[in-house]
Structure formats: C-alpha cells, structure tokens
C-alpha cells in the first residue's frame, strides 16, 4: 500500500496559498472543455491523437505567445462559423459537408481565427 508524506504532495502552506490554488483550479476547470473541444476539432481535421492535438496547441500557443485557452476558443468559433456557413439550419457532423483537406492551426494562431 502506498502512503504518501507532506514531502510527496505541495499542499498550501498558508491561508492565501489555499486560496490562489483555488482560483486556478477554477480556471482550470472553467477551460478545460473548450480546450476538449479545439482539441477534438484538430482530432476531425488532422487524424491525429489526443495527445498530438494538444501538443499543437500547445505549441502553436506558444508560437503565437497566446494563452491556450484562448487559442482553443478562436479555433472552436472558427469551426462554429464554418458549420454554420456551411449550413446555417443544420449544424449535425453527419449533414456536413467533408473538407477535401485539414485546416492548418496557423490560421487560428493570429487574432482569433
């Protein structure tokens, strides 16, 4: 059985820590599901990984010093535009039309896709 020791884990040390810890674990969980969803959209378009999308964001974030979750947000509008270019009325994967070749993320990378 494993056990852990206060040296295992940084647990807050103070008041305040606690508190800053809890801001970012609500951010966190605020941008977690567009960061899925941006990562699902590159998984359509690219045929890659889970992991591979968010390397590609990660690094095209980086590329265009960029937060993430605000890269993820412009690549998931863009897509919400396209669809509903595409076909204002339906918005279903199965009525769209297939793109003849994947979008790369540079696009998305300069002020908001």
Do not use: Y
């Amino acid at each position: 059985m494993t056990t852990f020791s206060r040296r295992d884990t940084a647990l807050p040390e103070t008041l305040e820590d606690c508190h800053t810890e809890l801001i970012q674990l609500r951010a966190a969980m605020h941008s977690r599901p567009v960061i899925d969803q941006a990562k699902g959209i590159l998984i359509a378009h690219h045929g890659c990984t889970a992991d591979e999308a968010f390397v590609m964001l990660s690094e095209a974030s980086q590329r265009a010093n960029r937060k993430l979750r605000d890269l993820a947000v412009a690549v998931v509008e863009s897509e919400q535009r396209q669809c509903s270019e595409t076909n204002p009325k339906i918005h279903s994967p199965e009525r769209r039309t297939p793109r003849p070749e994947a979008t790369p993320l540079t696009q998305w990378e300069s002020n908001g896709g």
